[in-house]
């Protein structure tokens, strides 16, 4: 069974910093890994995205150059590291895994998800 952890979420005033760690157990093979966030009210944002050997990423206009997505497979886990945070950033993260090397930015090319975490962003 696959399951995707995410960790590292919690309340952060606006200008900090914050890592995310999304854990990953069950998955074979080389897989692609990206993150999402669904703010309240809101529908599912794609924020970043890699793929499996770590060569390659892509970021939504909205976080580049604040969000750092990153992976570690000895570990089987993945990154988001967040500077900058603003108040808009508030949001349940989400990480999400695809049986394929390639990356993408659309939620419906992802096989797994991982129940996500809070990340409250104070002004």
């Known amino acids: 069974q696959v399951q995707l952890i995410e960790s590292g979420g919690g309340l952060v005033q606006a200008g900090g910093s914050l890592r995310l760690s999304c854990a990953a157990s069950?998955?074979?093979?080389?897989?692609?890994m990206g993150w999402f966030r669904q703010a309240p009210g809101k529908g599912r944002e794609f924020l970043a995205t890699?793929?499996?050997?770590?060569?390659?990423?892509y970021y939504a206009d909205s976080v580049k150059g604040r969000f750092t997505i990153s992976r570690d497979n000895a570990k089987n886990t993945v990154y988001l590291q967040m500077n900058s945070l603003k108040p808009e950033d508030t949001a349940v993260y989400s990480c999400?895994?695809?049986?394929?090397?390639?990356?993408?930015?659309?939620?419906?090319?992802?096989?797994?998800w991982g129940q996500g975490t809070q990340l409250p962003v104070s002004s």
């Open positions: 069950g998955i074979f093979g080389r897989y692609a």
């Open positions: 890699i793929n499996w050997t770590g060569t390659s990423t």
């Open positions: 999400a895994a695809r049986g394929i090397e390639g990356y993408s930015d659309r939620p419906g090319d992802y096989d797994y």
